[in-house]
């Protein structure tokens, strides 16, 4: 059973600092690996999908990799702003099946 | 073009009453999604319809949850009856393909007291 830990589970810093979120998962027989952002009462928005065959994904001030041998992806964001401030998610998918999620990072990015 | 909506946004009810939520996915999206997320948690996915056929529904507690899909493209999920652990916001999404990016709506906040 696939299970994915999303360290650390809270974060806060100043605004303009570069930051690391980390994903891990048990299983590295995935299809794609997603990052997603929750903003508080509302859905989650994908910010960038990494296929297995990916190393890394680029977005704007995000970047997001994927190390499938060790089970583990990273998103960078840099010069972080308030606007940033959300629940991050990361969510890994099987050649056929669902996404697992982990629990999330909440990032706080103060002024 | 039009995201994915929900109703309602938020539902307090008794534990063993009735509730239902309705989703309206994007326009051609195939793929339907019914997650759970309780506070603190990543979602869990509850239901999962390829047009109006149900492809994946092993997380969905039977004996009290149900689902539909009407015609391919609205859904109805409902607890029948509802338990104090069943609190969590109900999420909906959607996608053209079952590999593909997930739309999310807003979701709905059950609270049973």
């Known amino acids: 059973k696939q299970e994915v830990t999303q360290i650390p589970a809270a974060l806060s810093v100043p605004e303009g600092e570069n930051l690391v979120l980390n994903c891990s998962f048990t299983?590295?027989?995935?299809?794609?690996l997603q990052w997603f952002r929750q903003d508080p009462g509302k859905g989650l928005t994908s910010l960038l999908l990494?296929?297995?065959?990916?190393r890394e994904q680029t977005s704007g001030r995000l970047n997001a990799s994927l190390d499938k041998s060790s089970g583990r992806s990273t998103l960078y964001i840099a010069a972080s702003q308030p606007g940033d401030s959300a629940t991050y998610l990361c969510?890994?998918?099987?050649?056929?099946?669902?996404?697992?999620f982990g629990q999330g990072t909440i990032l706080t990015v103060h002024p | 073009e039009a995201g994915v909506a929900q109703s309602p946004r938020y539902k307090i009810i008794e534990k063993r009453q009735s509730v239902a939520f309705w989703c309206n996915p994007i326009?051609?999206?195939?793929?339907l999604y019914w997650y759970q997320q309780i506070l603190g948690q990543g979602p869990k996915l509850l239901i999962q319809?390829?047009?109006?056929?149900?492809?994946?529904d092993s997380q969905l507690p039977k004996d009290r949850f149900s689902a539909e899909r009407l015609k391919g493209v609205d859904s109805t999920l409902k607890i029948q009856p509802a338990k104090l652990e069943d609190s969590a916001v109900y999420l909906c999404?959607?996608?053209?393909?079952?590999?593909?990016?997930?739309?999310f709506g807003a979701g709905t906040r059950l609270s049973v007291l």
């Open positions: 999404a959607s996608s053209s393909e079952p590999e593909d990016i997930q739309y």
């Open positions: 299983d590295s027989a995935i299809y794609n």
């Open positions: 990494i296929q297995s065959s990916q």
């Open positions: 969510a890994v998918r099987p050649s056929y099946g669902k996404l697992t």
């Open positions: 326009s051609g999206h195939a793929t």
């Open positions: 319809f390829q047009n109006n056929g149900v492809v994946d």
